[in-house]
């Protein structure tokens, strides 16, 4: 049997108490749940990086992925500063990393990138997205993908020499290759309509109502989960050269 490979986890939210329940755990569990479901090879190891959990090097895990948080990468917080630095460590150390929402700000914010809050407002619920430009990792290839979003900031100025594989006039900059390690989306592919249903129903969103009906509306049709993260593992594994 082939060995396991290490998933570093660098999470910058806790799950919701009433969703823990569902899920059997925190981010890092429904994490395993959406990897493990299309490649069993992957396990998961979690650093609560917005408690102040960092690794000591990137070599502690063979690949990395951040997932998203309700902060923004610009707000002087200790714990946004340090893992902005260890982005950077992991880049030069050329470990594969993947970052989801907050991640892929975080990468971006690392690399030379800028990011802004949006005037284009929210963006909730299930998108869709096209390929602008395939990678050989994105496979199944399809022309067109939904993806669960919850965003208000935005990239605005890419780092140099970064390859944008999907937008559209909304989020010009959805899914982004920065060279043949690092590669990172706007969208939450491991989200589900339970999720995003109980958080714009929350108390959370009492004061924004015309921002709950617009996610709440934005629920319809089904998300392509398991091709995203399939996708995912396959740009992990093409970055080990083992794809």
Not at 128 to 134: E, K, R
Not at 151 to 160: E, F, R
Not at 188 to 195: A, D, L, M, N
Request: net charge negative; charged share 15%.
């Amino acid at each position: 049997m082939s060995s396991s490979l290490t998933i570093g986890v660098l999470l910058c939210d806790t799950l919701h108490d009433y969703l823990q329940p569902q899920v059997g755990g925190d981010f890092d569990e429904l994490l395993r749940q959406r990897i493990q479901n299309v490649d069993q090879q992957f396990i998961l190891k979690a650093y609560r990086v917005h408690h102040n959990e960092l690794p000591s090097s990137p070599s502690e895990a063979d690949v990395w992925l951040i997932n998203g948080s309700p902060n923004s990468v610009y707000y002087e917080l200790d714990w946004i500063t340090r893992l902005i630095s260890f982005v950077r460590q992991v880049h030069a150390a050329k470990v594969p990393l993947v970052g989801f929402c907050f991640g892929h700000h975080i990468i971006a914010t690392a690399l030379g990138g800028k990011v802004e809050r949006s005037t284009q407002g929210w963006g909730l619920g299930i998108a869709n997205y096209p390929v602008t430009q395939p990678s050989s990792w994105m496979q199944p290839a399809i022309d067109n993908y939904h993806i669960f979003v919850f965003h208000q900031d935005q990239i605005v100025n890419l780092p140099a020499n970064t390859q944008v594989l999907s937008g559209n006039e909304f989020c010009p900059y959805f899914w982004l290759q920065y060279d043949d390690k690092t590669m990172s989306t706007q969208g939450h592919p491991e989200f589900y309509k339970g999720f995003l249903s109980a958080v714009l129903s929350s108390d959370e969103f009492d004061d924004l109502p015309e921002v709950r009906e617009q996610g709440l509306n934005n629920l319809q049709g089904e998300a392509d989960t398991k091709i995203m993260f399939q996708w995912v593992t396959n740009f992990y594994r093409q970055a080990l050269g083992l794809y």
